[in-house]
């Protein structure tokens, strides 16, 4: 079994949608909680980071973690055809590891 | 200023050559790493430095080898390039036990 697990999608959205990225984990001792944005031949970027279970919310992201199922959302309100985009989650313990990323197209 | 750097961000060359990918953080952070990211965007961790001494050391083939002049360096060479290493290579860095991990644009590797 993976650490991480995310649905590679893709996912196609119209603009102005609500779009819900997931991610499962196994591991407990998984501390931080992490979004990353990666546009097509660039680097990923992070978006969003998180220490904690709840809710963390930053513009039109939203970025939830509920560490009692393992289980981590990024939620993008309104989104745009900026938003098109591979999408990775990542956790850490004492290093980093990555979902497989879920691709997104918003569509205008 | 980018935060960090990686060059060069094209290499195409043939079976059996070496190369070297450099990398330079400006962030002032204690650890770097590679990345490496195949076609299907999964990042696989490569090596890891923290403070110049290697800490993590996947599963790599020896003919990869890092080396980290100081804090704001990593460097990777590769020897003996096979078909196989094609992929996108990913320097990356952080403050030790930060959440926080900050990409290069990445360096893309084709083996003819």
């Known amino acids: 079994q993976k650490e991480v697990e995310q649905d590679p999608g893709p996912l196609s959205v119209p603009e102005g949608a609500i779009v819900s990225l997931n991610c499962t984990y196994s591991?407990?001792?998984?501390?931080?909680f992490m979004w990353y944005r990666q546009y097509s031949r660039k680097g990923p970027e992070l978006l969003m980071y998180?220490?904690?279970?709840g809710n963390k919310e930053d513009g039109r992201f939203t970025a939830q973690v509920d560490k009692s199922s393992k289980y981590i959302s990024l939620f993008i309100r309104d989104s745009q055809p900026s938003d098109s985009a591979t999408y990775l989650c990542?956790?850490?313990?004492?290093?980093?590891?990555f979902g497989t990323g879920t691709s997104l197209t918003v569509i205008p | 200023d980018t935060a960090v750097s990686q060059t060069p961000k094209y290499l195409v060359t043939q079976m059996g050559n070496d190369k070297s990918i450099k990398c330079e953080q400006n962030?002032?952070?204690?650890?770097m790493y590679w990345y490496k990211q195949d076609s299907k965007k999964f990042l696989k961790i490569m090596f890891s430095?923290?403070?110049?001494?290697?800490?993590i050391n996947e599963t790599v083939p020896n003919r990869f080898s890092p080396k980290s002049p100081d804090k704001a360096h990593l460097n990777l060479h590769i020897n003996s390039l096979e078909l196989g290493d094609s992929a996108v290579y990913f320097c990356?860095?952080?403050?030790?036990?930060?959440?926080?991990?900050?990409f290069g644009e990445g360096s893309r590797l084709t083996v003819l």
């Open positions: 430095y923290n403070n110049k001494e290697l800490i």
């Open positions: 962030l002032g952070h204690d650890t």
């Open positions: 998180t220490y904690s279970s």
């Open positions: 990356a860095s952080s403050h030790e036990g930060s959440g926080e991990l900050f």
């Open positions: 990542a956790m850490r313990t004492y290093q980093f590891y």
């Open positions: 591991n407990s001792a998984f501390q931080y």
